[in-house]
């Protein structure tokens, strides 16, 4: 079973993401997604000042299976990177919900039609 932190918003791709107090929204790869992935050797990231509408690709997970793509689960800009991820991807795997973000966004407008961790728990068990 895995891990669905509840103070977290999802998507039905599997990314999280949690508005911080500043309103910028942290965004990662759940439990479930990294898991299913299994050991994440290389994670290609968004630039700095990239701009995505809700959906779009703005990030790869690569692991010894897959390569799988990260959507943005909401609109806006990208204003800060996890750079740890650069030379440790296993963050990913070992931490997806603290150490392992990927990125942090500025929202364009609201933040809604995410799922809530028990949406999320249905979705995934």
């Known amino acids: 079973m895995s891990l669905v932190p509840d103070n977290l918003n999802y998507t039905e791709e599997h990314e999280w993401l949690k508005v911080q107090e500043d309103g910028q929204a942290r965004v990662g790869i ?10 994440v050797v290389f994670v290609e990231l968004p630039e700095v000042g990239d701009q995505f509408a809700k959906g779009d690709i703005m990030a790869v997970a690569e692991s010894v299976k897959a390569a799988s793509d990260i959507y943005a689960p909401i609109s806006g800009k990208i204003i800060s990177i996890n750079e740890k991820l650069e030379e440790s991807p296993e963050l ?3 931490s997806p919900y603290e150490f392992g973000w990927m990125v942090l966004i500025e929202p364009k407008g609201e933040v809604n039609g995410l799922l809530d961790a028990a949406s999320y728990r249905e979705s995934v068990d």
């Open 30 to 39: 759940t439990d479930y997604a990294q898991d299913s992935l299994s050991d």
């Open 92 to 94: 990913v795997n070992e």
